[in-house]
């Protein structure tokens, strides 16, 4: 199983849609959980760190699965410049640094 | 504050050619990171640095040193460069290395 795992999509939905990714990591051990979001050709950003309980940040829900070892991303109300690809980050097994998943495109249409 | 800033924005090298790409944070971050993003492949980490004084390897160090400058620097370099390190380097800070990471703009590399 790889370390950090994210369906690649695309997901292609129209504006005002709700759209949910999961992403699945290998160690049980890890402690540190995050969302990116990276637009073409720049730098990744920090959507949104990931707790146990579950965080909003407005149109954004990130929930945290320990025990199935996942965490997910939920969108809604889709905007067109929410299109991105949305990495999933989790820290190593050692605590030492964090390890990327490949990210899930997400494209909004009018 | 500039956050995290990388020079060259580009750069174009011959092989066997040397660089070094320069990173730069004003958060006083105690970690710093190093990563390169080749298409279909996500972040892979080269080189990260703890804290000052420390560095150590990552998933793909090899063709690469650097060095902690100091707590706000840390430089990449290449000593020969060859086409498979044709790629996208971004530079980062934390905190702590468990802490969310914040990356400068890239430096987009090409060896030919």
């Known amino acids: 199983r790889k370390e950090v795992e994210q369906d690649p999509g695309p997901f292609n939905v129209p504006e005002g849609a709700t759209v949910a990714f999961n992403c699945t990591y290998s160690n049980s051990a890890s402690q540190s959980f995050f969302w990116y979001r990276q637009d073409c050709r720049k730098e990744p950003k920090l959507l949104m760190s990931v707790y146990s309980s579950g965080n909003e940040d407005g149109r954004f829900t990130a929930q945290l699965n320990r025990a199935s070892q996942y965490i997910s991303l939920l969108i809604r109300d889709s905007k067109l410049s929410d299109s991105a690809t949305y990495l999933c980050?989790?820290?190593?097994?050692?605590?030492?640094?964090?390890?990327f998943g490949k990210g899930t495109t997400l494209s909004v249409s009018s | 504050n500039a956050g995290v800033t990388q020079t060259p924005k580009f750069q174009v090298l011959k092989t066997g050619q040397s660089m070094t790409l320069q990173c730069a944070q004003d958060m006083n971050h105690n970690s710093m990171y190093w990563y390169r993003q080749d298409p279909g492949m996500g972040l892979r980490l080269i080189y990260y640095s703890a804290s000052e004084g420390t560095t150590d390897k990552g998933e793909v160090p090899n063709g690469y040193n650097v060095s902690r400058l100091n707590k706000r620097e840390f430089s990449l370099r290449l000593e020969s460069a060859a086409p498979s390190q044709t790629s996208v380097y971004f530079c980062a800070s934390s905190e702590g290395y468990r802490d969310e990471q914040y990356f400068g703009p890239g430096t987009r590399l090409t060896v030919t």
């Open positions: 980050v989790v820290s190593n097994q050692a605590g030492t640094a964090l390890i």
